[in-house]
């Protein structure tokens, strides 16, 4: 009897996650998927959209309370030989998915996680909204989210680096996280057809730390437009006279981007997630080479000398090096540039990613059918 399931198991995706591409791919009958989110951007996988019920809503107006009966009806309207998809970024609904998995048994049920969002390591204290006296404290948030993530079979994450670093962090096994990379969110959208200006970009909220980018170009005539929405971020951001600090929402930040020569990306070196994958990708899909100040993400996206260039977190004398290398040549601009879009179109869109993403889905509930 012929076997029409999947011919690569969870060691090979780990080994290269690229293997989800291959267009044989064969999607077991036996698995079905269910989420709340829709995935419409790959028509050919269906996926079981659950969203919330009568009950569930009439907790709406109270965000923990309507997380937990939605991760409730989440968990029991699965099925047999099913996979659930969660995505950590909806607050705490993915917390208390991974609670209920505990004292519940699913069996012959897969939990997959995305978009892990368990950065308390840097996280502050907080004292409860209507009970000011509990302070909650940052030692009891990695408790529950280790707990949690032990309720899921398998979390994905952005680069390879943060793989053991999460394991290690929350003293999990490394085989409970895989590494898949990111998407250009932009990719969604049709390409900006806006003529280069001459200014580099830079942008993002998140982990950013502009001091290596402001020193790089401090004395030089190279102008830089920097975008941060966050207020408390752009007073941080030293003004010189050929930096111009903004903060500029969607879809304006994409057509920066867009204009730009290059981008460079600052990051703190946060040592447990990254969180520049999103605009390294953005930024080769707009064509532009990347120069990334990353130590936990960049090598995954960007192909050294290739694409863009990768520099140490901080070091703000190779940063400057790299800026002023592309700044007084054009022609390389453009010829990176255009390594860059192909790299994201082959890679890095956001359909490439939602298909990855749905078949590992069906890798990891194939592997728990009988």
């Not at 019920?53 to 965000?63: E, P, S």
């Not at 994905?156 to 999990?172: C, D, E, G, T």
Request: hydrophobic share 40%.
């Amino acid at each position: 009897m012929q076997n029409n399931h999947p011919k690569i198991d969870l060691k090979q995706v780990r080994e290269d996650c690229y293997r989800l591409d291959t267009p044989d791919f064969e999607i077991p009958k036996e698995v079905k998927l269910f989420s709340h989110e829709k995935f419409t951007s790959v028509p050919e996988i269906h996926v079981n959209h659950i969203p919330p019920n009568g009950w569930t809503r009439i907790f709406r107006r109270c965000r923990t309370l309507f997380h937990f009966f939605y991760a409730i009806q989440l968990c029991f309207s699965t099925k047999r030989n099913s996979v659930l998809i969660i995505n950590g970024s909806f607050g705490p609904l993915w917390i208390f998915v991974g609670m209920i998995r505990h004292l519940c048994r699913f069996q012959k049920r897969k939990f997959l996680l995305w978009d892990v969002f368990v950065e308390y390591k840097l996280g502050k204290e907080k004292r409860l909204k209507f009970f000011p006296f509990i302070k909650i404290k940052t030692e009891w948030k990695e408790t529950i989210a280790g707990f949690s993530l032990k309720g899921f079979d398998l979390a994905v994450l952005w680069s390879k680096k943060q793989v053991p670093a999460h394991a290690k962090h929350f003293r999990l096994p490394e085989e409970m996280f895989i590494f898949l990379p990111y998407k250009a969110n932009h990719s969604q959208w049709n390409p900006y057809n806006i003529e280069m200006g001459r200014f580099i970009f830079s942008g993002g909220n998140g982990k950013r730390d502009y001091r290596p980018l402001i020193e790089a170009v401090r004395g030089t005539c190279i102008p830089v437009i920097i975008s941060a929405t966050d207020p408390n971020v752009r007073k941080q951001i030293e003004t010189l006279p050929n930096v111009m600090v903004l903060g500029a929402p969607e879809p304006a930040f994409a057509q920066l981007q867009a204009a730009s020569e290059f981008i460079v990306v600052s990051m703190i070196d946060s040592g447990l997630k990254g969180g520049g994958e999103a605009n390294f990708c953005n930024a080769m899909w707009h064509g532009k080479p990347v120069i990334a100040c990353c130590n936990m993400a960049a090598e995954d996206y960007i192909i050294e000398g290739e694409t863009g260039f990768i520099v140490s977190v901080g070091d703000a004398v190779l940063l400057r090096n790299r800026i002023q290398m592309l700044w007084n040549d054009p022609v390389k601009v453009r010829q990176m540039g255009k390594k860059a879009k192909e790299h994201a179109l082959k890679f890095f869109t956001h359909e490439r990613f939602v298909r990855r993403l749905l078949r590992l889905a069906f890798v990891l509930g194939d592997d728990g059918v009988k």
